[in-house]
């Protein structure tokens, strides 16, 4: 078996958290492997109109028969 030294709490007080960091972001990169979703907008309805369509999939209905309606050119 390996032998693990003893941990001693004088060694973990350079380990504190600052109170606040200062990140360079104009370096950052977008990562790579996070999914990329579809871009999805938030829209507010007015109070009248939310309770009437009080789903996101009843709102897109409505307006999916509403893009039907149009005639296109």
């Given at each position: 078996?390996?032998?693990?030294p003893?941990?001693?709490s004088?060694?973990?007080?350079?380990?504190?958290?600052?109170?606040?960091?200062?990140?360079?972001?104009?370096?950052?990169?977008?990562?790579?492997?996070?999914?990329?979703?579809p871009?999805?907008?938030?829209?507010?309805?007015?109070?009248?109109?939310?309770?009437?369509?009080?789903?996101s999939?009843?709102v897109?209905r409505?307006?999916?028969?509403?893009?039907?309606?149009?005639?296109?050119?």
């Amino acid at each position: 078996m390996n032998k693990i030294p003893p941990i001693n709490s004088d060694s973990y007080e350079s380990d504190d958290l600052l109170a606040e960091y200062n990140f360079d972001y104009t370096q950052a990169r977008p990562n790579r492997f996070a999914l990329r979703s579809p871009a999805k907008i938030t829209i507010t309805l007015d109070s009248d109109v939310a309770e009437v369509f009080q789903t996101s999939e009843s709102v897109n209905r409505a307006l999916r028969c509403l893009l039907a309606a149009i005639p296109k050119n």
